[in-house]
């Protein structure tokens, strides 16, 4: 059974920074095509970052592009999205997001692309 574990969620002021990790584990496969989102009180799930199986493609939403970046270590079973710049309309619960690729570098955008899924963990920024 696939597992998706995220962690590094907290409070932090305007401006600060934070990095967010997660862990995929189980399955038949090493490797995803990973993925996160946000979802803050009273909206809807939004596409944050996503990273291709083989590392090589990224894609970020509008709001956070120059800001997020989002990277996988060298075995490729984890995924980290480190936040500079933060701001109070980053306040959500991030989830992290996993589905196996059609192939090795696309990049999915789209919350019924993804498979697997985590728990979640709660960022906060107060201004």
């Known amino acids: 059974q696939v597992q998706v574990v995220e962690s590094g969620g907290g409070l932090v002021q305007a401006g600060d920074s934070l990095t967010l990790s997660c862990a995929v584990s189980?399955?038949?496969?090493?490797?995803?095509?990973m993925g996160w989102f946000r979802q803050a009180p009273g909206t809807g799930r939004e596409f944050v970052a996503a990273?291709?199986?083989?590392?090589?493609?990224?894609n970020y939403a509008d709001s956070v592009k120059g800001r997020f970046t989002i990277s996988r270590d060298d075995a490729k079973t984890t995924v980290v999205l480190l936040m500079k710049g933060l701001k109070p309309e980053d306040t959500a619960v991030y989830y992290c997001?996993?589905?196996?690729?059609?192939?090795?570098?696309?990049?999915?955008?789209?919350?019924?692309?993804?498979?697997?899924w985590g728990q979640g963990t709660q960022v906060t920024v107060s201004s």
């Open positions: 997001a996993a589905t196996l690729p059609l192939w090795i570098g696309v990049v999915y955008k789209l919350a019924h692309e993804y498979d697997y």
């Open positions: 189980g399955g038949a496969h090493s490797t995803y095509a």
């Open positions: 990273i291709s199986r083989n590392g090589y493609n990224t």
